[in-house]
């Protein structure tokens, strides 16, 4: 099994990445001029994650690809910029199913049907730990209601005989998970409420804080996908955009509930995080300060080692390796050595 590795953030926006024997070097001038290094061992990294606007240079962009770490740039407020991908990884004959499948409707819509069956079931399980954990802060009814509806869902989902009709049901059932989202925030309700998902821009704090580890988890998926060896740009569930990692957004979905929605819950509600740390624009768009963000970011890190026993597999991992466990599983679909692709449900 593969085994989870460092992730460098690098959020100063000065911040210049460079290489050295094997060490990535870390260089950022201060108010005064004077100039601050920070060399970190290749080895010990399994991503780079750079807020930055100055870079790296070309021999450790090189370096990342020839060690098979993850190099993705994002704008200092957590937009993605771009990833850097060396020579195709994995079997081409894997590729070449990956795309015979996208193109049959027959073929992807098994596969699209487990990622918004994955989804559904997640997002049910957040609502009904909020009644167990919560009842008397929260409308039970209202919840238990919403709860039943995702439950029916689920079962129309077999039903679909279309990927329109299956992204029908996955907006439907989305709607109504965010509709209950308000009531899960339990502090900090002035700074922190949910009337709706937004984004390009984010309107508001909740939806700023979701973005923003929706971006790291789909970096995360896209690298799990490259890893065993599959196209992170040719979906099943989301069609084809250029530009767009249709199958890290495909594979995120299922993840989403579990790996983002909880962690923003627990940050707001913990007070991890609170108000004075995000911005609104003259645009209308909220942006995170660097020390939210970097809260955010060890947040992320330590929910990651967290441990579960994988309900496919029955072994124990970290959360961390979820995106990687299911791509290796999707893999194995693709390949022929499953029968179905199995969704990751959150027991």
């Known amino acids: 099994m593969k085994q989870l590795g460092n992730v ?31 060399r970190l061992p290749l080895h010990n990294l399994e991503n780079i994650v750079c807020f930055t606007w100055q870079g790296t240079s070309p021999a450790l962009m090189g370096a990342c690809v020839e060690r098979n770490i993850g190099l ?8 993605f ?6 020579r ?24 699209a049907q487990s ?13 009904e730990r909020a009644i167990r954990d919560h009842a008397m802060l929260v409308d039970v009814n209202s919840l238990t209601s919403s709860s039943n509806f995702l439950k029916e869902t689920l079962k129309a989902i077999s039903t679909c005989a279309s990927t329109a009709d299956l992204m029908g049901f996955e907006g439907s059932a989305a709607k109504c998970y965010f509709g209950e989202f308000d009531q899960l925030i339990l502090q900090q309700r002035e700074d922190f409420f949910f009337k709706q998902r937004n984004r390009r821009p984010p309107l508001d704090n909740m939806n700023a804080l979701l973005s923003f580890l929706y971006t790291l988890l789909t970096n995360e998926s896209a690298s799990a996908l490259e890893t065993v060896g599959l196209d992170p740009y040719i979906g099943f569930l989301h069609r084809d955009r250029p530009g767009r990692p249709s199958l890290a957004l495909d594979l995120m979905e299922e993840l989403r509930p579990v790996m983002v929605d909880r962690l923003a819950l627990s940050l707001v509600n913990r007070k991890q995080v609170n108000g004075k740390g ?31 026993i994988h309900p496919y597999l029955k072994e124990k991992i970290p959360y961390g390796l ?5 791509s290796m599983l999707l893999a194995r679909y693709l390949r022929g050595d499953l029968d179905a692709y199995p969704p990751f449900f959150w027991n």
């Open 8 to 38: 460098l953030y690098v959020t100063t926006p000065e911040a210049f990445l460079s290489l050295e024997g094997e060490n990535v070097v870390i260089k950022k001038e201060d108010s005064q001029g004077s100039t601050k290094t920070t």
């Open 72 to 79: 993705t740039f994002l704008t200092p407020n957590g937009r």
């Open 81 to 86: 910029q771009a990833r850097v991908s060396g």
């Open 88 to 111: 195709i990884k994995g079997n081409v004959l894997l590729r070449k199913k990956q795309y015979e499948f996208s193109e049959s409707e027959s073929q992807s819509l098994p596969i």
């Open 115 to 127: 990622f918004v069956l994955g989804k559904i079931a997640n997002s049910r399980k957040v609502l």
């Open 278 to 308: 995000f911005t609104q624009k003259e645009s209308g768009g909220v942006l995170m300060d660097d020390e939210t963000r970097k809260a955010v970011l060890v947040a992320w890190q330590e929910r990651k080692k967290e441990e579960i």
């Open 322 to 326: 979820l995106p990687h466990v299911q």
